[in-house]
């Protein structure tokens, strides 16, 4: 039998249909004498696959091993690999996300099959859009026309370019050099937000170098989108935020000396004290988001904070000396944009992006934001800030 379906889980799933579906599935992609096995099992058994296997100690909706990896690779040629889909989480994703249970659960098993192929292995920006195209052709195969909301769901949640939120600090940062009252940060929002943004950011600093509390008052009355406020966590900067209400706070760590804010604020160790000022901000409604190295153990320090979002630190990867560095770093931000999406985050990225290299991060499609200012601001000085806004929010949306 090409697909072998092990039940471990006490919940009611039709297994034959699920077979059949699956040896389709093998025939479309002329793979008919290949075998897979499936496992359905429950959260506790997935979480023990998860950590052994892959370092995470959680639960997750689906894992598959290729054949192809591990200490005996293709020792057995008949053999594609093991797909592991927790059953617990499926169903309870389906119902959250609105869709068919079995109709969810087979889109999980595909995509567990086309990893198996080692489309995933195809490093490079274009590796995951590979993979959601093979599995929505199989899907619509296999589904047809009653299948349209879950494949629409697959197609939405993978292909649905990043949001921009677009950080004027370095207009204020013209204006500060001579003191004077031009160019106006508060203008420029205007203009972003015509031009596409999905939000505006500023960076009140301590020293107060470019952004005024002025600045952000103005912007808290006339930002349509949302008003994204970076702060440090200090007791001053709390109470101003609870003051003004900004949509949305990014904690970063803030140090006098700086140029721009140098790496991720560091959770792990001092979880206690972050959590105290999330909850702080959380009790009168405004949405917190951490700025955070791409280090998986910095991310779970992160979950233990109350926030709602963590921002991922692109300053490594845009600051990469070369190709393989920068490649490297490529990585290190997909693996922790997986993390934190998987550890219920919603996941933005920033620091150092620029129209030459944003397309890669742009492509990793649990990224639902950007934050990008100097980039920005530096070609609207040249093309005027609505066209640079449209420029950029064209290559994130061709990246995925
Ligand atoms: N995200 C955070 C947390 C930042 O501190 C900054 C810089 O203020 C940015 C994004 C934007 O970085 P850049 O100006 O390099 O685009």
Redesign the pocket.
Known sequence: MPVEIIKRSDRRFPVRWLREKLERALEILGLKDREVTVLLVDDEEITHYNELYLGRPYPTNVISFSQLEGPFPGVQHSLLGDIIISLETAFREAQEYGLPKRHYLLALAVHGLVHLLGHDHERGPWGAWLMVRREIQLLQELLGPQGKKTINFVKRREYMPAKLAV?V??VATVREARKVDYPDPVHAAVLAELGGAHGI?V?LREDRRHIQDRDVRILREIVKTKLIL?MAATEEMISFAKEVRPDQV?L?PERRQEI??EGGLKVKGRVAKVRKAVEELKEVGLKVSI?IDPDPEQIKAAAKTGADIV?L?T?HY?EAAGPEEMDLELARLEEAARVARELGFEVHA?????YGNISPVAAIPEIEEF???????ARAIMVGMKDAVREMLCLISQAR
Not at 371 to 377: D, E, F, L, P, Q
């Open positions: 950080n600090d370095h950011v960076h970076e990014t970063v721009t804010t700025f921002e630190h300053g845009a920033g620091h150092g992006l620029h934050s990008i200012g100097h980039a920005i601001v």
